[in-house]
């Protein structure tokens, strides 16, 4: 089983509308968990992290976190085409010193 | 301007060859990493370095070996290049040990013939 499993998509989601991503991680001790934003030939950007069980919003995104079931979520509310990038999930274990971990990505394309 | 560079963006080379990948944070970070991409987009850390101290050392052929000269640089030599070293290697920073937000050079794309 891989430690942070993602769907590679392609997600095709019309312009205007929700984008949902979706992740599930294998260490229940893990404590901080990351989604990123990579575009075709650029490096990964971070754009939002949680670490408590809930909703998280920053503008138009939203990354929802459940540590019983081990899944965290980004939503993308009213799409653009610019949000058209590989979505990376990212999980860090219990220790502070541990290293982060990715997922493999979901690709998402945002059809005007 | 730029807050992770690395050198150089490209890298086209023999199987069989020695390589170097530079990199340097203007940032005053304390805490520096080498991730490498596969053609997969899986993106898994190599290396960290705290202050000039290796803390993380995944399980990485010992052809790759990673310098830091001082927290500002780390380095990353690779010896008797192979095919399957072929990704992009991406150099990040991070303010301190342990902190979450990283921040990522542009990469160095190596491909090995």
């Known amino acids: 089983q891989k430690e942070v499993e993602q769907n590679s998509g392609p997600l095709s989601v019309p312009e205007g509308a929700i984008a949902s991503l979706n992740c599930t991680y294998s260490?229940?001790?893990?404590?901080?968990f990351f989604w990123y934003r990579q575009y075709s030939g650029k490096s990964p950007e971070l754009i939002m992290f949680?670490?408590?069980?809930g909703d998280k919003e920053d503008g138009r995104f939203t990354a929802q976190l459940n540590k019983a079931s081990q899944y965290v979520s980004l939503l993308i509310r009213d799409s653009q085409p610019s949000d058209s990038a590989t979505y990376l999930c990212a999980v860090r274990g219990y220790s502070s010193a541990s290293k982060i971990i990715f997922g493999s990505g979901t690709r998402l394309s945002i059809r005007p | 301007d730029t807050a992770v560079s690395q050198t150089p963006k490209y890298l086209v080379t023999q199987m069989g060859n020695d390589k170097s990948i530079k990199c340097e944070q203007n940032l005053g970070h304390d805490t520096m990493y080498w991730y490498k991409q596969d053609s997969k987009k899986f993106l898994k850390i190599m290396f960290s370095?705290?202050?000039?101290?290796?803390?993380i050392n995944e399980t990485v052929p010992n052809r790759f070996s990673p310098k830091s000269p001082d927290k500002a640089h780390l380095n990353l030599h690779i010896n008797s290049l192979e095919l399957g070293d072929s990704a992009v290697y991406f150099c990040a920073s991070s303010q301190r040990q342990g902190e979450d937000t990283q921040y990522f050079g542009p990469g160095t794309r190596l491909t090995v013939l």
């Open positions: 260490d229940r001790g893990s404590q901080s």
């Open positions: 370095y705290n202050n000039k101290e290796l803390i």
């Open positions: 949680i670490y408590s069980n």
